[in-house]
């Protein structure tokens, strides 16, 4: 089976940032791509997760580790 690249690109991204800019370049060219609306869509999700949990995780851990 081929593997499709766009659910690998932006799959590290976590910030709101960041997935402006996958769906910024993404975007125009989807609709060339039999699935790929769907792929980027589940990967701008995978972003606003991310992105959620590391804005309700940060202080702790920035917290936990001004200990050492």
Known sequence: PTR???????????SPEDKQKLQDFFQPR?????????TLSQVLET????????AAQEPSVVAFLQKY
């Open 4 to 14: 499709r690249s766009s659910s690998l690109v932006g799959g590290s991204y976590c």
């Open 30 to 38: 989807i609709d060339k791509f039999t699935g790929a609306p769907r």
């Open 47 to 54: 972003i606003d997760v991310c992105s959620a949990l590391k």
